[in-house]
């Protein structure tokens, strides 16, 4: 099994910025295979794909909405992945996804899936 602990959501202003955290755990997690990402749900809407990075962290990619705010990192020697957000906006409020497994589903085809492992989300929430 992979554990995922997400961490470092909250209640910021517009123009803001806050940084996720995620801590990846257990038996199964390979950090030389798995990709992993960050997704984002909105109330009503569906989970979406906001970025995600390949096993060594040195490709990653972003959705268009928060592409040049947000960046992404991974410490594959602490077995974390953090989603630097900058310049936040009130439709960036959603449960923040953090996820790990096929490079090609979560990254490539940004697509959620039971078949990977998720975490149980923070909330950020921007005010006008």
């Known amino acids: 099994q992979v554990q995922l602990v997400e961490s470092g959501g909250g209640l910021v202003q517009a123009g803001g910025s806050l940084r996720l955290s995620c801590a990846a755990s257990g038996r199964t997690f390979n950090k030389y295979t798995m990709a992993m990402a960050w997704f984002r749900q909105a109330p009503g809407k569906e989970r979406e794909f906001v970025a995600g990075v390949n096993w060594s962290g040195g490709t990653s990619y972003y959705s268009d909405s928060v592409q040049g705010r947000f960046t992404i990192s991974r410490n594959n020697a602490e077995n974390t992945v953090d989603l630097r957000m900058n310049s936040l906006k009130p439709e960036d409020t959603a449960v923040y996804y953090c996820?790990?497994?096929?490079?090609?589903?979560?990254?490539?085809?940004?697509?959620?899936?039971?078949?990977?492992?998720w975490g149980q989300g923070t909330q950020v929430t921007v005010s006008p």
């Open positions: 996820a790990a497994g096929s490079y090609m589903r979560l990254v490539v085809n940004r697509t959620p899936s039971n078949d990977d492992y």
